[in-house]
């Protein structure tokens, strides 16, 4: 039979500092049981006459389509609106477009630039908010990577994982959050031009303190990796730093998970998996990768046994469907 926490009912998800370790933990393990339930077939009706708003200023192959599948899925609808085609902050304040959304939506999905702007759909609309990517954090993504480490390895606390690229990204910064919060070891492996904010690392490394875990930057990617259970890499010109793109690569050159870089963990053949949220730069088959090569990723890694990139991207939709059903639906 399915639980979930009666606590989390109207509330939004902005960042992963939104939620108790427990209740993280029990997302998770809502997310693995509405995975089961849709194995054996069930399509429920959980989310009957929800309605989920989908507001994209980005955009999206994954978080868009795994949260209107997961709604839709459980008897609910999603309506997709994209900046373009609405007046959110253009011919009407976000605070007027937020008051509307909440009038007629259950919840509101948020793709964007800006923190603030989830952060004002929140406070105003009425109705539980979820980010779906900001440039600061990407709480979604990062509840389906920890869901699929703990379906590889049946545990979070004590693992280590090493993030290796871009250091202060939307991914990086929830990773960060998200492993110190279950008590794992995160190592974030980035240049020195590339570090964590010094505020957001401090509030990581104090919630490791309390469940055991840890979190440290390393500059030196062979170094850190060493004892990796998870190696993780993402983008390393995410949406919106299109003009940092020649700086970027330059700097991140030496940060490129490869075999080698496998190895360097000790647990190749072991208790290692490849993690990366999609899309990546991992082949020839995209514009930027025909004029640079593999960036993030080599071919290698991306298509070997031991990469559960595809794993972790239908994870996104047990997840959402998981926030959705714990905070619009009474028990
Ligand atoms: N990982 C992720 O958020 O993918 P999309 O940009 O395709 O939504
Ligand atoms: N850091 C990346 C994540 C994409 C899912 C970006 O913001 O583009």
């Known amino acids: 039979m399915l639980t979930w926490n009666p606590a989390l009912r109207g509330r939004s998800l902005l960042t992963l500092l939104d939620v108790t370790h427990a209740e993280m933990q029990e997302l998770i393990d809502l997310a693995i049981a509405l995975k089961a339930r849709r194995r054996a077939g069930v399509r429920g009706q959980l989310?009957?006459?929800?309605?989920?708003?989908?507001?994209?200023?980005?955009?999206?192959?994954r978080t868009r389509t795994a949260a209107s599948i997961a709604v839709r899925d459980e008897g609910g609808t999603a309506e997709y609106l994209s900046r373009n085609e609405i007046h959110?902050?253009?011919?009407?304040?976000?605070?007027?477009?937020?008051?509307?959304?909440?009038?007629?939506?259950?919840?509101?999905?948020?793709?964007?630039?800006?923190?603030?702007?989830?952060?004002?759909?929140?406070?105003?609309?009425?109705?539980?908010?979820?980010?779906?990517?900001?440039?600061?954090?990407?709480?979604?993504?990062?509840?389906?990577?920890?869901?699929?480490?703990?379906?590889?390895?049946?545990?979070?606390?004590?693992?280590?994982?090493?993030?290796?690229?871009?250091?202060?990204?939307?991914?990086?910064?929830?990773?960060?959050?998200?492993?110190?919060?279950?008590?794992?070891?995160?190592?974030?492996?980035?240049?020195?031009?590339?570090?964590?904010?010094?505020?957001?690392?401090?509030?990581?490394?104090?919630?490791?303190?309390?469940?055991?875990?840890?979190?440290?930057?390393?500059?030196?990617?062979?170094?850190?990796?060493?004892?990796?259970?998870?190696?993780?890499?993402?983008?390393w010109v995410s949406m919106g730093e299109e003009a940092q793109k020649e700086a970027r690569l330059r700097l991140l050159r030496p940060y490129q998970v490869n075999l080698n870089l496998c190895r360097a963990t000790g647990n190749l053949g072991g208790e290692l998996i490849f993690l990366h949220c999609l899309p990546a730069f991992h082949d020839h088959q995209t514009q930027m990768t025909r004029e640079s090569g593999a960036l993030e990723v080599t071919d290698e890694v991306f298509e070997a046994p031991f990469s559960r990139v595809f794993d972790e991207a239908e994870n996104r939709m047990h997840t959402m469907k998981a926030l959705f059903v714990s905070a619009l639906v009474d028990q």
């Not at 989310?47 to 999206?60: C, G, N, P």
Request: aromatic residues 6%; glycine residues 10%; hydrophobic residues 40%.
């Open 47 to 61: 989310l009957f006459r929800r309605h989920i708003a989908l507001v994209f200023e980005k955009s999206s192959t």
């Open 88 to 235: 959110l902050g253009s011919k009407e304040s976000v605070a007027d477009t937020a008051r509307v959304l909440g009038r007629v939506f259950d919840g509101i999905l948020f793709r964007g630039y800006e923190q603030a702007m989830v952060e004002k759909l929140a406070k105003v609309s009425g109705v539980p908010v979820w980010n779906g990517l900001t440039d600061a954090f990407h709480p979604t993504q990062v509840l389906a990577d920890l869901m699929t480490v703990q379906e590889c390895f049946g545990r979070l606390a004590g693992m280590k994982l090493a993030y290796v690229g871009d250091g202060r990204n939307n991914v990086a910064n929830t990773l960060m959050l998200g492993c110190a919060k279950a008590g794992m070891h995160y190592v974030n492996c980035t240049p020195p031009e590339l570090t964590p904010d010094p505020a957001l690392l401090a509030t990581a490394q104090a919630l490791a303190r309390e469940t055991g875990g840890s979190v440290r930057v390393e500059h030196d990617p062979v170094c850190g990796v060493q004892g990796a259970n998870v190696l993780y890499t993402d983008v």
